[in-house]
């Protein structure tokens, strides 16, 4: 007899053997050899669109900040926060900045400044708790100091692209210039801020720069061009401002210190081109300074006399004065004499005009009649020069008319709805998004079903 072999074993009637014509059991790579032909596999939110950017917490965490500093560090850079292209559904309440803004933020040499700062302030609290005040207070003032010349410069490297992004710097400037030193903002903030808004209008008012203006119930709006660059600022009004208490200063202020390094660099280089001294003398207004330096009076209003009277004296209005050419000296110098109240005894001899008189001579590019603007009396519309008129306005000349015309109202509706917008958290608004998109599909379908109606409509009545 033969002999006999387990079938079930292998299948092909020998032992243990392999079965003919079947594929070779499959062998486990190792994982050098999956690696190596497979490659690595991705981790989660390492590839794809929304890998270049990085939510808030994760940065303090990596570049071991406070998010006091980390705001601070982005406001000097120039770093905002970005939506990525798709928003994870689970991290829609967050901010995310972008991961090329985060490697700047990482090798920028102010980190080492403000970690330094922070120890000097460490040893100042342990001084104060130790009651040793005059250690506290020579450790405070030897604390270290930091400057942002190199972030101004590497923000704006050419001298046009700081010159076409001064209207924040110089509006924020001067909002600082007219609050009050209290809480956070210090007599020194105010002080730098009307110090460098008077060398900012100092320049504009010797160059003959100025070429619009607007009294508004916010302040003065001005507008000037600066090497073919229009440069815009508001002037609030010399009020007591009612500081809010929901603003954060912090951040204001972190502001307020870039744009008046910033500002300063620009107003150093326009100076040298115009042959000045920078800094320059601190005369208290425009006027003085032209004195000082025999700066020529050209302008709409170059040749008249003009005396401020207490109450019409703004520095704003001596500004535009001496922008359109004026000359501000004593009342019995005067030709013209701009006050802001009813007086009682008028001097025949000199003309008197409200100080709307001095914007609208400079907006219209000559001295307008002195007649309409007597003091006490109903001034023309003071009309905005920033809203270009329209063809039918500019062939009847209205200006010239003495017309009354009114300014269009914006409607009440558009700006309660504007309003209510922007009052609405980020929920409210993607739901209202979502209600307008339906909305606005809808309509469509209407318009299409309505225009196939009327195409059949017409074969109807061809046929």
Not at 93 to 102: G, L, N, P, Q
Not at 200 to 210: E, G, R, V
Not at 249 to 275: D, I, P, W
Request: a positive charge; proline letters at 6%.
């Amino acid at each position: 007899m033969g002999k006999k072999y387990n079938k079930g074993r292998g299948g092909s009637g020998k032992r243990g053997g392999t079965p003919k014509h079947t594929a070779k059991a499959t062998v486990k790579k190792g994982s050098k050899a999956r690696l190596a032909r497979f490659g690595k596999i991705a981790k989660q939110g390492q590839s794809g669109i929304n890998s270049a950017y990085m939510t808030r917490g994760t940065i303090l965490r990596r570049l071991q900040l406070t998010l006091k500093d980390f705001r601070r560090l982005c406001i000097l850079k120039g770093v905002y926060p970005r939506d990525p292209p798709k928003t994870p559904t689970a991290g829609k309440d967050k901010v995310y900045y972008h991961a090329s803004d985060i490697q700047q933020l990482a090798h920028e040499p102010l980190l080492k400044e403000f970690r330094d700062f922070k120890a000097a302030m460490v040893k100042v609290r342990k001084s104060v708790g130790r009651k040793d005040i005059d250690r506290a207070r020579s450790r405070y003032e030897e604390a270290p100091q930091y400057d942002v010349h190199h972030l101004v410069k590497e923000r704006y490297p050419t001298f046009d692209a700081a010159l076409a992004d001064l209207d924040d710097a110089l509006c924020t400037i001067a909002l600082f210039a007219t609050l009050p030193a209290a809480g956070r903002v210090s007599p020194e903030h105010t002080s730098e801020s009307k110090k460098v808004m008077k060398w900012w209008q100092q320049y504009i008012a010797h160059t003959h720069s100025l070429q619009k203006g607007f009294i508004s119930v916010k302040g003065v709006y001005f507008q000037a061009t600066i090497q073919k660059h229009t440069v815009t600022w508001l002037i609030p009004h010399a009020y007591t401002q009612d500081v809010p208490k929901k603003v954060d200063f912090r951040v204001m202020l972190t502001f307020l210190e870039f744009y008046t390094a910033y500002v300063k660099f620009v107003l150093y280089k326009l100076y040298k081109e115009a042959g000045l001294a920078f800094p320059p003398a601190a005369p208290d207004t425009t006027s003085q300074f032209f004195e000082l330096v025999g700066s020529e009076n050209e302008g709409p209003l170059s040749g008249l006399s003009l005396c401020l009277r207490r109450e019409a004296s703004y520095s704003w209005l001596d500004f535009a004065a001496c922008s359109a050419g004026a000359q501000i000296v004593d009342e019995d110098k005067a030709t013209h004499i701009v006050a802001d109240r009813t007086l009682k005894e008028l001097d025949e001899s000199k003309e008197h005009v409200q100080p709307q008189w001095v914007i609208d001579s400079l907006n219209s590019g000559r001295a307008k009649p002195c007649a309409p603007y007597k003091p006490g009396e109903n001034a023309p519309p003071h009309l905005s020069p920033f809203v270009e008129p329209d063809e039918e306005e500019d062939a009847s000349d209205s200006e010239d008319a003495g017309s009354e015309a009114e300014a269009p109202a914006p409607a009440p509706e558009k700006e309660a709805k504007d309003m209510a917008k922007m009052l609405m958290s980020k929920k409210a608004k993607r739901l209202y998004g979502r209600m307008q998109h339906g909305r606005e599909r809808k309509q469509a379908a209407v318009a299409r079903l309505r225009k196939r109606r009327e195409l059949l409509a017409a074969r109807a009545s061809r046929q």
